[in-house]
């Protein structure tokens, strides 16, 4: 179908959309298109896209050379997707929920993230997506503004996490206008690229570590790190190994401190 009339007619699922799915569906073709450029698709590559829904991303996802698994929890739009791109054998919608997809498997992945369950994605994709060579997602601004932080009272495990095995950039800020039905907020769309030198091991290892120094953030370094360790003297031991000051916060460690105390655990 003709770009314009494809947009056109996801215009005419705004009564469709479901509150309970973070349903908003993208009708600006140029953000679409921009967005699936930036994932940098090469042929034969295996992509996943999450949450399609209507199909915005995925009719250019359909236009690369790569095999693209489109997962959604929603049948309608799934069979609608199938109807879609039935003559386009690279294009594999599928009823499925993305918290139990095996990202291993996948190149390159891509979506429109729902709100309600952002965090649980990106938690999901930066713990199991090892050969992933590039991400492209859309969040709302104000969550971006969070997972970018490095500091302060925004910053958590999976900043943490996301900043030890990925390098992410903001590629545009997305208006209101741009989705039916017009959502109160505005979206960023964004990328991450892995870093050289990060693994998965270490990844998972130090994310279970800033859970822990995380989970009473009112409590230093200290209390929490024997908390986590079930070891007051090992984790004092730990602290001092590395040089870290006990009665530090959280939020204070930057992570090159905390990967030294992943070190001085082992």
């Known amino acids: 179908m003709e770009e314009s009339k494809y947009f056109e007619k996801i215009k005419e699922f ?3 959309a479901k509150k309970q799915l973070g349903q ?11 967005a699936v450029d930036a994932l940098d698709v090469q042929p034969g590559e295996k992509i996943l896209e999450i949450g399609p829904g209507a199909g915005s991303l995925s009719y250019f996802l359909a236009l690369s050379q790569g095999e693209a698994d489109l997962v959604d929890v929603d049948e309608g739009f799934v069979a609608k997707l199938q109807s879609d791109f039935r003559d386009r054998p690279n294009v594999h919608p599928r009823l499925e929920n993305a918290l139990k997809t095996d ?17 649980a994605l990106l938690e999901r994709f930066l713990l199991e997506a090892t050969k992933a060579k590039k991400a492209v997602f859309m969040v709302q601004k104000e969550v971006y503004e969070r997972l970018k932080a490095t500091s302060g009272e925004d ?3 999976l900043n943490v996490l996301l900043a030890y095995r990925f390098s992410m950039k903001r590629l545009m800020n997305v208006p209101a206008a741009s989705f039916v039905p017009p959502p109160n907020v505005t979206s960023t769309v ?3 690229e892995p870093k050289n030198g990060s693994d998965i091991d270490t990844a998972r290892r130090l994310y279970a570590l800033a859970k822990g120094l995380y989970l009473h953030r009112r409590k230093n370094i200290l209390n929490n790190l024997t908390a986590y360790l079930g070891d007051a003297a090992e984790a004092e031991r730990a602290l001092a190994k590395c040089g870290l000051k006990k009665n530090a916060r959280p939020e204070e460690l930057s992570l090159k401190e905390l990967l030294g105390l992943l070190s001085s655990l082992q």
């Not at 009708?27 to 298109?33: G, H, N, Q, R």
């Open 14 to 16: 705004r009564l469709m």
């Open 24 to 34: 908003n569906f993208l009708v600006d073709s140029k953000v679409a298109k921009a």
């Open 103 to 119: 990202y291993a498997v996948y190149d390159r992945v891509i979506g429109n993230l729902p709100y309600y369950i952002t965090s």
């Open 155 to 157: 910053v958590g495990p």
């Open 190 to 192: 964004f990328s991450l």
